[in-house]
T-cell receptor, first 113, second 116 residues
Framework: AQTVTQSQPEMSVQEAETVTLSCTYD???????LFWYKQPPSRQMILVIR??????QNATENRFSVNFQKAAKSFSLKISDSQLGDAAMYFCASAFGNEKLTFGTGTRLTIIP | DTEVTQTPKHLVMGMTNKKSLKCEQHMGHRAMYWYKQKAKKPPELMFV???????INESVPSRFSPECPNSSLLNLHLHALQPEDSALYLC???????????????FGPGTRLLVL
């Protein structure tokens, strides 16, 4: 079975600080994609960043970057210079060689002013 | 432009009502999805349409009936729903269904459904 696990139900960070959200996954596929989605209280699911498994270079998107460790099946999200607008539920997800997105259970991130 | 729109934003219906949710995208995507999301939970896949044809039905009860009239539009027809069907219904689209370069799903803002 293909699974995505987020072990941190809740995280908090001081504004302007850096926070890392953890995600691990399990798959026997060699070709897959990993995503971080953000869902604010306004509820729209917004793509934050994506990583292709065949690429060794970690993806970055402005203040967001990932630490992709393929051998360890780990895909963490680092948010630098945290802002109040970063407060949201963050879902790690993966497309393991088919059309279905497998989601983790989410991490609720709180930003402390 | 990565916009997926959904209407209505909110919907309250009784168990005997018939209603429809609408989803639209103009990105030229050929795959569209319906998800159900309960509070504080990840989205659960309901249906996948690929090139206007239903390709996946995740054993969804027949009181939910999807329809894809054209490549830009996806409907979800609701009939005789139960209170436990109250949830956020999300629509998503992607360029194709599982293509190595174009698999990213883009989500709409959702419809908050309350069944009384």
């Amino acid at each position: 079975a293909q699974t995505v696990t987020q072990s941190q139900p809740e995280m908090s960070v001081q504004e302007a600080e850096t926070v890392t959200l953890s995600c691990t996954y399990d798959t026997s596929e060699s070709d897959y994609y990993l995503f971080w989605y953000k869902q604010p209280p306004s509820r729209q699911m917004i793509l934050v960043i994506r990583q292709e498994a065949y690429k060794q270079q970690n993806a970055t998107e402005n203040r967001f970057s990932v630490n992709f460790q393929k051998a360890a099946k780990s895909f963490s999200l680092k948010i630098s210079d945290s802002q109040l607008g970063d407060a949201a539920m963050y879902f790690c997800a993966s497309a393991f060689g088919n059309e279905k997105l497998t989601f983790g259970t989410g991490t609720r991130l709180t930003i402390i002013p | 432009d990565t916009e997926v729109t959904q209407t209505p934003k909110h919907l309250v219906m009784g168990m005997t009502n018939k209603k429809s949710l609408k989803c639209e995208q103009h990105m030229g995507h050929r795959a569209m999805y319906w998800y159900k999301q309960k509070a504080k939970k990840p989205p659960e896949l309901m249906f996948v349409y690929s090139y206007e044809k239903l390709s996946i039905n995740e054993s969804v009860p027949s009181r939910f009936s999807p329809e894809c009239p054209n490549s830009s539009l996806l409907n979800l027809h609701l009939h005789a729903l139960q209170p436990e069907d109250s949830a956020l219904y999300l629509c998503a689209s992607s360029r194709t269904v599982w293509n190595r370069e174009e698999e990213t799903q883009y989500f709409g803002p959702g419809t908050r459904l309350l069944v009384l």
